[in-house]
Structures are given as C-alpha cells and as structure tokens.
C-alpha cells in the first residue's frame, strides 16, 4: 500500500514563491499529478509528471510559472511555484496516475491530504 504526503504550504505574498513536496511512502509511484481546489470551487488539473521524469505537463494557467519534477531515489515529486498570484490559493494535493487523461481527476488515486497555499494580495 503506498500513501502519499504534501508538504510545503503556506502564506506568501503575491509576486512570491513556494516549494510543494508530495512523498510516498509504502513502495515506489509511477506517474504523479498535482491538482488543486479552491474554496467553493471544483478540483483542477495543475500538472503532471511521468515516472521517468518525461513527459511533463502543466496547466495552461500556471505555464511558465509552475515546474513539476521527482526525486526517484527520494520517491518525491516537487511543484515549484514561482510569481504567485492571489487565485492561486487553494489546497494542493498529488495523487498516483492510473492512466487516460492525465488532466482528470478520475484517473488518479491515492490522493494525499493535500497542503494549503495562500497568497495575499
């Protein structure tokens, strides 16, 4: 049984800077996605990363400031999260892909419990 666990939430300001970290523990993942939901709206696709570390895919809305990557001998996926924004706050959570759409929530499994980001204004 694998479990997986986000850290590195919390308070910034716009304009700054987070790192997520999403450990398994358990046995090795294969393919990670990290997603998001804001209060009182649905789950969203943020990205994605294969097993090997290729292909990678993002979010149109978090391109260029967002960057997925794993640490397999640490059995870790990390999002860098750079030049924040205020609608960029939410709980982020990773979960193990199980195959289709890499951008739907249904493909995955074992979601974590996810880590809080907030960005003020």
């Known amino acids: 049984q694998v479990q997986l666990v986000e850290s590195g939430g919390g308070l910034v300001q716009a304009g700054g800077s987070l790192r997520l970290s999403c450990t398994a523990s358990g046995r090795a993942v294969r393919s990670v996605g990290w997603f998001r939901q804001a209060p009182g709206k649905e789950r969203e696709f943020v990205a994605h990363?294969?097993?090997?570390?290729?292909?990678?895919y993002h979010a149109n809305s978090v391109k260029g400031r967002f960057a997925i990557s794993r640490d397999n001998a640490e059995n870790s996926v990390s999002l860098q999260m750079n030049s924040l924004k205020p609608e960029d706050t939410a709980v982020y959570s990773c979960?193990?892909?199980?195959?289709?759409?890499?951008?739907?929530?249904?493909?995955?499994w074992g979601w974590g419990k996810g880590t809080l980001v907030t960005v003020s204004s």
């Open positions: 979960a193990i892909y199980s195959g289709g759409n890499v951008e739907d929530a249904k493909t995955y």
């Open positions: 990363i294969h097993w090997s570390g290729s292909p990678a």
